[in-house]
């Protein structure tokens, strides 16, 4: 069910510091135009380890039809968000919900999603912001090496180790704190494919660009089901940059609520 009001991006645009769903995401939106600014940065620190490797590998995220099956297109879930709310992450509004988690949220770390639609997503959001330099190793570290799993996990992780140092020894930050607030609306979402076992999502993350105009990137997150919970797939080569791309019109996506002022 798509929420009818939409997250409101105007009250980010005079805070001067943008987050999204992972390092990578920001470069998209450099490059696109958004107004980027990190104490003691001129690059967002992220799994991408600057910004040129970042916005040159970045990708053309395609149109999101209903997957194909044996039996033909397979029909993508309604995800009901009447009940979801909000939580502060470091300036980062994240999606939550009581029913379907995150149930465990300890240290800066949120884990215990319910196997449905839902979860899946909230799963996709709060881990994919968390698998991030920014938040420092008390944080990106669990996430990455118990939340997040596939071929480019290792080199996730290694790509946010060496981002945290350089950021964290340029801006003069404490040896694993976090090396700031940053902020973000995460603006809607667009199934690709959903089972019980599997999900794929592109979320769209929104950011003031020049002259007031919105810009935004949408990245594509993939969730498995282990161990009773979901678990993201690493991007390709550890690198968030690989799965976002510049995004022009959310026509098609579902928008979500808007967070409490």
């Known amino acids: 069910m ?3 009001r939409r997250p409101a991006v105007a009250r980010y645009r005079r805070r ?3 987050a999204l769903i992972a390092g990578g995401v920001l470069v ?7 107004s980027i600014a990190w104490p003691g940065r001129h690059a967002a620190p992220g799994p991408a380890g600057g910004a040129a490797g970042g916005a040159g590998q970045a990708r053309s995220i395609p149109p999101s039809p209903a997957a194909a099956s044996p039996s033909g297109p397979q029909q993508l879930p309604p995800t009901d968000l009447a009940n979801l709310g909000w939580t502060d992450f470091h300036g980062v509004e994240l999606p939550v ?4 988690g995150p149930h465990v ?6 884990s215990g999603f319910a196997d449905s639609p839902l979860g899946a997503l909230l799963a996709a959001v709060n881990i994919g912001v968390r698998a991030n330099a920014q938040w420092g190793p008390g944080i990106f570290v669990p996430t990455i090496r118990n939340q997040v ?3 480019g996990t290792a080199a996730l992780l290694s790509a946010c180790n060496a981002s945290y140092e350089q950021a964290s020894q340029a ?7 976090p090396l700031g607030r940053a902020y973000v609306v995460e603006e809607a979402f667009r199934w690709v494919a959903y089972t ?7 979320i769209v993350s929104a950011g003031p660009g020049s002259d007031g105009v919105t810009v935004r990137a949408v990245t594509r997150i993939e969730v498995v089901w282990s161990g009773r919970d979901w678990r993201v797939i690493a991007p390709p080569g550890g690198d968030w940059g690989n799965s976002a791309a510049p995004l022009r019109s959310i026509s098609g996506f579902t928008i979500l609520p808007t967070p409490a002022a």
């Open 171 to 177: 801006s003069g930050v404490p040896a694993g704190q």
């Open 105 to 110: 949220v300890r240290r800066g770390l949120a």
């Open 196 to 202: 019980p076992a599997d999900a794929t999502v592109d």
């Open 97 to 100: 919900s009581r029913s379907a």
């Open 16 to 18: 001067g510091r943008l």
């Open 28 to 34: 998209v939106l450099a490059a696109a135009g958004a």
């Open 149 to 151: 799993t596939g071929p």
């Open 2 to 4: 798509a929420a009818s």
